[in-house]
C-alpha cells in the first residue's frame, strides 16, 4: 500500500523560534544487524525492490513518504534536513544554517553554503529555491505534492510560473526574494509560519529546481540530482525503475554525511515491479535469501500468510515499527450528497473483521480518527460512538431509509490492488452488501493517488493512507480536507473526496492564526468533530509496518525521520 508521508513525534516549541522534534514512532537510530560495522560496508551494489510505480520523481510533484525519506538521502538536498537518528533536530543540509525568522515567524531567510552543485557541474542558486518554490503554485500542472506554501502565499494572485503575468511573477518574487549576491533565500508569508524549518525538512516543496531543466509536466520522471547519487541515463522509467550510480559533482565537504546520508553503496539497483504479487514474492525471495537477494531489502510489507515463516534466523532479519500512518476510507462528495448515506456506510463498516483481514495487531490497529496517535489528538466522537467496530447493518439500514434512496445502492469502492487489500476490502463489500448497499470494488493496479485526485472520478469511495508531514494535525486536517489549496479544475488535490466546507474552512483559519500551541489543537479538535459530523472521511487503521532484509545488509533500521520505512541513508551491503 503507497501511504503518503509522515512525520512521527511530538511537537515541541510547535510555535517558538527554535522548533526541535521529539523522538517518535519506529525502530531507533542503531544497527540492528549483527554485521554492524557501516565503515566496512561501504562499496558494493545494493538491490531495493519496489512493489509499485511513483507517481512523479519530480520533487515538487513527490508525496509518497518512502520517497520522500529516501529521495531526500540519496537524489535531492534541500535547505534543512532532519538527521537519521530518533533526535529529529533540524539541521542544516543546502543552508548554512536551519533559517532565521522575523516579523513573530511571517519572514524567514535562508543563505545557500558555497560549492554545492548540480550533477551537471552548475552552481545551486538562490533562483533554484526561487524557481522550485514558484512550481508548487502551478496545481493545475504540477500535482501531487504539498500545498502548504498557498495556504501561507494566500495573498498572492499567482498560477505559478508557466502562467503568470510579468506583474504576477514580480509580486511572487517579492514575496520569495533572493539577494543581490543570489545566496540568500527571503519567504515572506501571510503570516507566522513558526514551524518553517519543519515544513522544508519534511517535504520538499522549497527544494531547488533549475529553470533551465524544467519541462513542466514532461519532467515528471527527469532527475537532476544535487546528492550523492544520480539516475544513470537522466530518466526514471515509472514501471521499472532505475539504476542510482555516484554523482561526482556531490562534494561532501558541503554535506554532514554521518548525520544526513552516509551514501554506502557505490551503486543502487532499484528495481519496480507493479505486478500484483510481486510484494510477496519479494518477500519470498529476502525469506529464501538466496545469494542474489543477501544485499536487497524491500519496500513491501510482509504479507500476513508469511507470517508463520518468520521463524529461526528469518526473524534475526525481520523489524515490525509502529507506523506513523492511518488508513481511512473517503466519500466522494460529488457523488454522495446525501449524509445519511455517508452515516449508513460508517454504521456498517465491519472494522474489526477488516483488520483481521489485513494480519491483525501485527499489522494494524482500529482507528476512531484520521490523526495517529504519535500526536496526542482525541478520537472523533462521530466514530468513538461505535465503540464495538463489528458494523451494525440494521442502523445503516435505517439511514438509508431516512435517506428516500432506492435499495441496494450502488456503491464504487477504489483502492490500491494487493492480494491482502484483495482480501480486506471484500470483508468491507460483504458488510456493507449486509447493510443495504451493492458495492463493485474497483481496485487500481496503476499509480493510484493521482487518480482519485481527480474531480471527476466515478468511485463513491475511496482508500487512501495519511500521516503528519510534521508533529502537528496541522498538517493532517488542512491539507486533507481544506479544499482552497487543493481544489482545482484538474485535481482534488489530497482533498480526495472533493469536501469543500465553510464551517470547516473557517476552523482552520481560525488555528492557523493561534498563537498557543494548546488553543490550536482545541481548535483542531472541533474541526475534526466538523469532519466525523459531515462524515468527511471514515476511520479505518494505524498501521504497523513488517520489514524483511537480505542477510548481507548492514546498518538497516527505521527511524522517525524515514517515516517508519528502512532508513536508506544508514544502509550498506557486505562485499
Known amino acids: 500500500m503507497k501511504l503518503r508521508r509522515t512525520f512521527a513525534a511530538t511537537a515541541a516549541a510547535a510555535l517558538g523560534a527554535t522548533i526541535l522534534a521529539a523522538c517518535g514512532g519506529g525502530g531507533g537510530g542503531t544497527d540492528t544487524n549483527s554485521s554492524g560495522d557501516t565503515e566496512s560496508a561501504k562499496g558494493g551494489t545494493l ?12 520533487p515538487q510533484r513527490i508525496y509518497y513518504g518512502v520517497e520522500l525519506s529516501w529521495f531526500r538521502r540519496l537524489l535531492y538536498r534541500g535547505l534543512v534536513a532532519f538527521p537519521m537518528d530518533d533526535s529529529n533536530e533540524v539541521v542544516p543540509d543546502l543552508a548554512t544554517d536551519t533559517g532565521t525568522s522575523s516579523e513573530g515567524g511571517k519572514v524567514w531567510s535562508f543563505t545557500l553554503k558555497d560549492g554545492v552543485k548540480w550533477e551537471d557541474g552548475s552552481d545551486i542558486t538562490c533562483e533554484d529555491v526561487q524557481y522550485g518554490t514558484s512550481r508548487v503554485f502551478a496545481n493545475d500542472l504540477i500535482i501531487g505534492g504539498p500545498n502548504y506554501t ?55 516543496m522549497t527544494d531547488p529546481y533549475k529553470k533551465s531543466f524544467d519541462q513542466g509536466d514532461k519532467s515528471k520522471f527527469k532527475v537532476l540530482s544535487n546528492g550523492p547519487y544520480k539516475v544513470e541515463g537522466g530518466t526514471w522509467s515509472k514501471n521499472k525503475g532505475a539504476t542510482l550510480v555516484r554523482n561526482d559533482e556531490y562534494d561532501p565537504s558541503t554535506d554532514e554525511p554521518d548525520k544526513l546520508r552516509l551514501a554506502l553503496p557505490d551503486t543502487i539497483d532499484y528495481q519496480i515491479d507493479p505486478s500484483d504479487t510481486a510484494g510477496e514474492l519479494f ?142 476490502m471484500a470483508v468491507i463489500k460483504e458488510g456493507w452488501d449486509k447493510a443495504g448497499f451493492d458495492v463493485t470494488l474497483a481496485p487500481l493496479t496503476d499509480t493510484y493517488y493521482d487518480v482519485i485526485s481527480k474531480p471527476d472520478d466515478d468511485y463513491d469511495v475511496t482508500w487512501a493512507g495519511w500521516g503528519a508531514d510534521w508533529p502537528s494535525a496541522m498538517t493532517v486536517l488542512p491539507p486533507l480536507f481544506d479544499g482552497r489549496p487543493n481544489i482545482s479544475s484538474t485535481t482534488c488535490g489530497n482533498d480526495y473526496g472533493c469536501y469543500d466546507s465553510d464551517a470547516f474552512n473557517k476552523l482552520v483559519d481560525q488555528a492557523a492564526e493561534a498563537t498557543d500551541v494548546d488553543e490550536q489543537k482545541s481548535i483542531l479538535e472541533d474541526a475534526d468533530k466538523q469532519l466525523g459530523e459531515d462524515v468527511a472521511y471514515i476511520p479505518l487503521e494505524i498501521t504497523k509496518f513488517n520489514w524483511l532484509y537480505g542477510s548481507k545488509v548492514t546498518g538497516f533500521t527505521t527511524t522517525a525521520a524515514s517515516s517508519s520505512y528502512p532508513e536508506i541513508g544508514l544502509i550498506g551491503v557486505q562485499q
Request: glycine fraction near 4%; hydrophobic fraction near 35%; proline fraction near 9%.
Open 47 to 58: 538491490t531495493v525492490l519496489q512493489h509499485f510505480p511513483f507517481e512523479s520523481t519530480d
Open 150 to 204: 498557498l495556504s501561507y502565499l494566500s495573498s498572492l494572485d499567482y498560477p505559478g510560473p508557466y502562467k503568470a503575468t510579468a506583474k504576477q511573477q514580480a509580486a511572487f518574487d517579492k514575496a520569495v526574494s533572493c539577494s543581490s549576491d543570489n545566496k540568500t533565500i527571503t519567504f515572506h508569508f501571510d503570516k507566522p509560519w513558526a514551524d518553517f524549518p519543519l515544513a522544508a525538512a519534511s517535504l520538499m
Open 283 to 424: 518477500n519470498d525471495r529476502l525469506i529464501a535469501n538466496a545469494p542474489a537477494d543477501q544485499t536487497a531489502i524491500t519496500t513491501a510489507r510482509v504479507a500476513p500468510s508469511q507470517f508463520p515463516k518468520i521463524t529461526g534466523s528469518v526473524e534475526d532479519r525481520y523489524q515490525n515499527p509502529e507506523s506513523p500512518y492511518n488508513d481511512y476510507l473517503v466519500p466522494n462528495f460529488n457523488r454522495l450528497k446525501d449524509v445519511n448515506v455517508r452515516q449508513a456506510l460508517a454504521a456498517a463498516l465491519p472494522l474489526n473483521d477488516y483488520v483481521k483481514a489485513l494480519g491483525g495487531d501485527r499489522s494494524a490497529t482500529a482507528s476512531e480518527t484520521i490523526v495517529n496517535p504519535a500526536l496526542d489528538f482525541p478520537d472523533n466522537p462521530a466514530f468513538a460512538d461505535d465503540a464495538d467496530n463489528d458494523g451494525d447493518p440494521d442502523a445503516a439500514k435505517a439511514l438509508l431509509e431516512k435517506a428516500g434512496v432506492q435499495t441496494p445502492y450502488p456503491i464504487k469502492l477504489g483502492y490500491s490492488k494487493s492480494p491482502t487489500m484483495d482480501k480486506a
